[in-house]
């Protein structure tokens, strides 16, 4: 037991020590997980899914806090919905919208959830981050956990209707359909 004790104390002392560089290594790397995973769950192709592409966005969260994380990922799926189509671009722009006002509105620490949370999801590991946040964070960070609940349901029903956003098809069928399928979504 004394050993653990020694253990658990020498890495305080290493983090406490080097804090300054360990916590932006671990933001780009996670970072970079959670974009790669979600261009391959998308079927990503082209300059948006390569990994130099997405390595850079990740040096980028480097030097930028965990808040704006989420925000990276919005720039991404934001581009590639522009490539999928028009009308996708706006739908999802009002959502990303709504889901950014109703975070800002309660704490921009804990922001980071509403990308950790679809993470989780493909990862089949959509338990463990509920529980842990209630463990550790508090009742405030409930909410960006429902929020990337709905962010990953979300995601989720724009792939599988993927074939109402073609960018080949007129914009009122686009919009017709949409609203069709929509509709039962919300």
């Known amino acids: 037991m004394n050993g653990f004790r020694l253990f658990k ?27 790669f995973s979600l261009t391959r769950h998308f079927s990503m ?39 999928q189509s028009l009308l996708l671009l706006i739908v999802s722009g009002g959502i990303f919208l709504f889901l950014f006002l109703l975070q800002s509105s309660i704490r921009g620490k804990y922001a980071i959830l509403i990308a950790l949370m679809p993470f ?9 981050l509920p529980i842990f946040v209630g463990l550790t964070m508090g009742f405030t960070a409930f909410l960006p956990l429902a929020l990337g609940c709905f962010l990953y349901f979300f995601l989720s029903f724009i792939q599988q209707n993927e074939k109402l956003f073609t960018a080949s098809a007129d914009l009122t069928e686009q919009l017709e359909s949409l609203t069709k399928t929509l509709l039962p979504f919300f």
């Open 9 to 35: 104390e020498k890495c305080q002392k290493i983090y406490g020590q080097q804090d300054y560089w360990m916590v932006p290594i671990f933001r780009s790397c996670l970072a970079f997980l959670i974009f």
């Open 45 to 83: 192709v082209g300059k948006l899914a390569h990994p130099i592409f997405l390595l850079f966005f990740s040096l980028i969260s480097f030097f930028l806090p965990f808040s704006t994380l989420p925000m990276l990922l919005g720039v991404i799926l934001m581009s590639y919905f522009y490539q």
């Open 120 to 128: 989780c999801f493909l990862l089949k590991i959509h338990y463990f």
